[in-house]
């Protein structure tokens, strides 16, 4: 299977193009590759292919196999692939995932993505604003947000303390969340600036997550945190969140960028 490694701010995955390759067993394949001892390293595997209603489609599996419905550092790459390597000729794009279809705006320099701008949809909450939870006997509270797939935001004064490996599993896996949930933890500096470490469900602490920093900032935006512009700091890097309240939309400015590529056997 020939495949291309590409990060956004640290967020990896395999890449396979589907318009020439056929991947029969996606999950098993996502486990095989995802792992940084026995395979290639990364978040998971991303398939873009072709769609019927737009003009490619995404398809994205965690590194335990599970199918997603959207990745926003994961779409920015698929962005820059499919106009680096010829799928799509103009610089913005519509495409097809399980959280619906997404249009992308790239800019390019010497003929290569290097940035691209996403309408993320219209966030949605899922819950109070906040809403009060217990876990591990320690009282809390979140926003529940829907980016095309399900975020709870916790704000709290410190985040760097925090020991994701050993909490993590009871945010994702509380019964408030039956379908398990990506948890992003966030600390507001300033008005115009938060820092935020998450926990994905189904591939742990990772250094970035573009759908849970859409999340965390509309949930800020809307409890009057910050401005309608922010900065959202992550392990990996940092990403531009614009919300359009008229609209309801949500826009992520980011970075794409190809690590390597190669061929590894899959089997049959």
Same mark, same amino acid.
């Given at each position: 299977?020939?495949?291309?490694?590409?990060?956004?701010?640290?967020?990896?995955?395999?890449?396979?193009?589907c318009?020439?390759? $056929? &991947?029969?067993?996606?999950? $098993?394949?996502?486990?095989?590759? #995802? @792992?940084?001892?026995?395979?290639?390293?990364?978040d998971?595997?991303?398939?873009?292919g072709?769609s019927?209603?737009? *003009?490619?489609?995404?398809?994205?599996?965690?590194?335990?196999?599970?199918?997603g419905?959207? @990745?926003?550092?994961?779409?920015r790459c698929?962005?820059?692939? /499919?106009?680096?390597?010829?799928?799509?000729?103009?610089?913005?794009?519509?495409v097809?995932?399980?959280?619906?279809i997404?249009?992308?705006?790239?800019?390019?320099?010497?003929?290569?993505?290097?940035?691209?701008?996403?309408?993320?949809?219209?966030?949605? !909450?899922?819950?109070? !604003?906040?809403?009060p939870? &217990?876990?591990?006997?320690?009282?809390?509270?979140?926003?529940?947000?829907?980016?095309?797939?399900?975020?709870? &935001?916790?704000? !709290?004064? *410190?985040?760097d303390?925090?020991?994701? +490996?050993k909490?993590?599993? /009871?945010?994702?896996?509380?019964?408030?969340?039956?379908?398990?949930?990506?948890? +992003?933890?966030?600390?507001?500096?300033?008005?115009?600036?938060?820092?935020?470490?998450? =926990?994905?469900?189904?591939?742990?602490?990772?250094?970035?997550?573009?759908?849970?920093?859409?999340a @965390? /900032?509309?949930?800020a935006?809307? !409890?009057?945190?910050?401005?309608?512009?922010?900065?959202?700091?992550?392990?990996?890097g940092?990403?531009?969140?614009? =919300?359009?309240?008229k #609209?309801?939309?949500?826009?992520?400015t980011?970075?794409?960028?190809?690590?390597? =590529?190669?061929?590894?056997?899959?089997?049959?």
């Amino acid at each position: 299977m020939k495949f291309t490694k590409m990060q956004g701010i640290g967020n990896d995955y395999v890449y396979v193009n589907c318009f020439e390759e $056929q &991947v029969n067993n996606p999950a $098993q394949i996502a486990k095989m590759v #995802s @792992c940084r001892h026995f395979g290639i390293g990364s978040d998971g595997l991303i398939l873009i292919g072709p769609s019927e209603v737009a *003009d490619c489609q995404m398809r994205m599996f965690n590194e335990d196999g599970s199918e997603g419905a959207m @990745c926003g550092n994961g779409i920015r790459c698929v962005g820059k692939y /499919a106009y680096d390597h010829g799928i799509v000729d103009q610089l913005q794009i519509t495409v097809e995932t399980k959280g619906g279809i997404k249009t992308l705006h790239m800019e390019e320099k010497d003929g290569k993505v290097i940035s691209v701008q996403v309408d993320m949809g219209v966030p949605r !909450l899922t819950g109070k !604003l906040p809403e009060p939870i &217990v876990v591990e006997g320690r009282e809390l509270e979140f926003v529940g947000m829907d980016v095309g797939n399900p975020h709870a &935001v916790y704000f !709290l004064p *410190d985040i760097d303390g925090l020991e994701l +490996e050993k909490i993590g599993p /009871a945010f994702e896996c509380h019964p408030r969340f039956p379908d398990r949930v990506n948890t +992003e933890f966030v600390c507001v500096e300033n008005r115009n600036r938060m820092r935020m470490r998450v =926990w994905e469900r189904g591939s742990g602490e990772t250094l970035a997550c573009g759908t849970g920093a859409t999340a @965390c /900032a509309v949930a800020a935006m809307m !409890l009057n945190l910050v401005e309608d512009s922010v900065e959202v700091v992550l392990k990996g890097g940092s990403l531009k969140i614009y =919300w359009d309240r008229k #609209s309801g939309h949500a826009f992520m400015t980011g970075p794409a960028e190809e690590v390597f =590529w190669g061929e590894i056997p899959v089997g049959k």
